[in-house]
């Protein structure tokens, strides 16, 4: 079996006027890096890039180059058209980024020949990095399928992050990825099914609070260690609860229970119940404690 990776997709922490908190973000980063994960998707679906201007985005990206090097970190350069993700991948670059990701053109469905037209632009843009895209037709109105693998492949795209898809969609797509192809998805709870099925890792937005179970499990179904892969299975499902399978506010609530300053959201999304941060809170305290 193949060693999944752990990539860490990371919230963007503001201050409490909702300015980035770069001072917070490159403690948590430092924190993830002494956890053992593999790599960090910055300025994605859970770091809120549709609130963030660009220059802010590029922030980010600075500030997680300082504590992860490029090789460890994906960056999303993703927007609605075309040009603005081409003038963040060339930004990105030029800051020393040499992994990208973009989501599909959004909010207009897109074609299938505009996507790929969008994708050859990017690959275009950044040629010496590698590009990968982000699938999550849930969130964009615009529908992949399987099939497109070989196509983005075809254009020079290295792989691609599926999000929203169930373990049946996404074995359809390894079915139709082509040799050398990266599959990465972000269904947290599947992490130990992907690794089985041959995909390369989870994009975990739940490992960005709570690490330790992805980065256990991940070690246990690299080493065969079948018993020790369940019960860390079980501890995956656990925290993927607490967390509402990756909400914004449990996110940030997660954060400030590992002792960061999580701060607010910008998305007009559903806030966190007093039991709510308890529990989580009782979490963090479980895996404080295991670490001794």
């Known amino acids: 079996m193949n060693r999944p990776i752990v990539i ?79 003038q963040l991948a060339r930004g990105a670059a030029g800051a020393g980024a040499v992994r990208l990701a973009a989501v599909t053109p959004y909010y207009q469905p897109a074609p299938e020949a505009e996507v790929l037209r969008y994708y050859e632009r990017l690959v275009a843009a950044a040629p010496d990095a590698r590009l990968y895209a982000y699938l999550f037709t849930a969130r964009t109105s615009t529908v992949s399928v399987p099939a497109l693998l070989p196509k983005l492949a075809d254009l020079g795209v290295a792989g691609v992050k599926l999000s929203g898809e169930s373990d049946e969609s996404v074995a359809a797509y390894l079915a139709h990825r082509p040799e050398g192809f990266e599959v990465f998805s972000g269904n947290d709870i599947s992490f130990g099914w992907l690794a089985g099925a ?46 509402l399978a990756g909400s914004l506010t449990h996110l940030k609530a997660g954060a400030e229970a590992r002792g960061f300053r999580g701060g607010p959201v910008r998305s007009a999304v559903p806030g966190v119940t007093a039991e709510e941060r308890a529990a989580l809170e009782d979490l963090a305290a479980h895996f404080d404690a295991l670490a001794g």
């Open 198 to 243: 041959g995909g390369d890792g989870i994009v975990s937005g739940v490992s960005s609070a709570f690490p330790e179970p992805f980065v256990a499990l991940r070690d246990a179904v690299a080493a065969g260690r079948e018993e020790e892969a369940a019960r860390w299975q079980g501890e995956v499902e656990r925290v993927v609860r607490a967390v």
């Open 8 to 86: 860490t997709a990371t919230p963007t922490l503001f201050s409490e006027d909702e300015s980035l908190d770069l001072g917070a973000a490159r403690e948590q980063l430092a924190w993830l890096q002494d956890k053992g994960v593999d790599a960090v998707f910055a300025a994605g679906t859970t770091g809120e890039f549709p609130a963030l201007s660009d220059e802010e985005r590029l922030s980010v990206l600075r500030t997680t180059l300082e504590v992860f090097a490029p090789e460890r970190t994906y960056f999303h350069v993703g927007a609605a058209a075309a040009l603005q993700a081409e």
